[in-house]
């Protein structure tokens, strides 16, 4: 029996994985593009606005992607707010048949009742992680399968979450995700990799990557863009690992820069990509309080066994970063 997802209580941030049935490449990513990945991040980009999701960062490559996402804490909306999200999920015709319903209720008292049920069942779909997970995967199946003449599952299994702390924790996981290109040796620099969160406010100055940026940094709305820009950049190559899948790393200059502003330290993007799998499958992330405050919120959630200790990655760079499960092997008999 599956696990219930461990969710945060109000505003809360997610690491998001999720990979393409039996390893296939599905998305051509390296220059020009394909159909398939811009459809998937223009989907992306309307389904946050959909489901009250705010995408900070991510990095489609061929064959899964990476979402790094917040979601708000709920909030009541006015019928004409509903109706826009309404409108961005499911096409200005349904939004026309959901306000005809309420205009229609509105008028007898005796359906004021129905009305409020209406408007719950499109609420209940709203700031979920879950349901914008559901929806982005299950409609870009969808397409895929028509344009492609296939049917079938697309994707290889229910998509992966872990719960973030804002804060270190949060802009790490961030870089981390930008990162993800070029350590497949896609790109010797993220700026230059189309489909990721940085490449996307970099070269295509958009609005909704920029500001994704900078609440990942946990920066101000008082915080200028370019202030922004170079804090996001000095931590992609002061705390990021260079390394290529060919096992190529950034020019030499480059490379000594970052090793003197480290003191010689491993930087924290390395340490991360060590422990790729506290990111997939460690369940919270972040300090020792906030995994032992989530847990207690969560225990009936986990596994019988499982501890409140936490399981300490020691990021000695940087401070400490904690799991909530410890994923090493544990020895036989």
Known sequence: MRQPRIKGQGQSFYHCVSRVVDGRFLFQTQSPGSAEAEYFVHLMRRLEKACCVEVLTYALMSNHFHILCKVP???????????????????????TQVAEQLAAYGKEESLRDQAQQLRKHYLDRLFDVSIFMKELKGRFAQWYNRRHHRYGVLWAERFKSVLIEEGQALSAVAAYIDLNPLRAGLCEDPKDYRYCGYAEAIAKNSAQAKLGLQVALGLGSECSWREARREYRRLLFQTGTAASKAGAVIGVELSQKVLQEQHGEIPLAELLRCRIRYFTDGGILGSQAFVREQFARSRQMVAPSQTDRGFRLRLTACGHIWVLRNLRLQPVG
């Open 73 to 95: 804490e709920q909030r009541s909306l006015s019928d004409q707010e509903l109706l826009h999200r309404i409108e961005l999920g499911y096409g200005p015709e349904r939004r």
